[in-house]
């Protein structure tokens, strides 16, 4: 994270409901926020933004927090607000429909993991983002359907419906059998309910 975001949760300027033992939580919940905020934009610095907007806005609004409720849940559901927000405001901008500018910034990976890895980020993000998001809440972050379901902001059993549609969708464009190899990454065994 950088020294900005850090320094934003510094104690001189303390709002309302933020104190030490929130800044320690704030500070420790980066990582998961980090690897959520990439699973939705892909880009490393579109998705440190994210982290660092959703640290600050968590911490002014300490107050609205209710202790001993789930931290993690409630700075997930920040972040993706955050992120359809800027989705919102970004649709005036041009795409690139045909892949030809993305194309230019690959480099074919040299390891078979790396490759295999690769091939899972391109079929995910063929995904929608409501099935992607979900599959990322349950399959890689190892929420529970529950907790997945208030983060997005929706019943139980459309979580449940997003996760099965992404994972039946995931095998079939990366060509795997019922029973059949999903790699060797945990974020791939996991986002297809592998071992």
């Known amino acids: ?11 001189s300027s303390t709002p309302p409901g933020a104190d030490a033992e929130m800044r320690s939580l704030l500070l420790g919940a980066i990582p998961a926020l980090r690897a ?11 998705s440190d933004d994210l982290v660092q907007d959703t640290l600050v806005r ?17 700075l997930f559901t920040i972040l993706r607000n955050l992120f ?6 970004r649709k005036r901008e041009v795409e690139d429909v045909d892949g030809v ?13 790396q490759l295999e890895l690769r091939e ?9 983002y409501s099935q992607r998001e979900a599959l990322v809440l349950v399959g890689a972050q190892s ?6 379901a208030e983060i997005c902001g929706v019943a139980v059993g459309t979580v ?16 795997i059998e019922k029973g059949g190899e999903i790699g060797a990454d945990a974020m791939t065994r996991a986002a297809l309910g592998g071992p």
């Open 84 to 89: 359809y927000s800027e989705l919102r405001k």
């Open 58 to 74: 968590a911490w002014t609004k300490a107050d609205s927090f209710q202790r001993g409720t789930n931290l993690t849940a409630w």
């Open 1 to 11: 994270m950088t020294p900005i975001a850090i320094a934003t949760l510094a104690p």
């Open 101 to 113: 500018m993305a194309g230019k910034l690959t480099s074919l990976p040299e390891q078979e993991v």
């Open 160 to 175: 449940k419906s997003r996760v099965s549609r992404a994972r039946l969708r995931l095998t079939e464009v990366l060509g």
């Open 36 to 46: 959520f905020a990439y699973s939705l934009t892909y880009d490393l610095d579109r």
């Open 120 to 128: 899972f980020q391109d079929a995910l993000n063929l995904l929608p």
């Open 143 to 148: 929420f529970t359907y529950e907790e997945a």
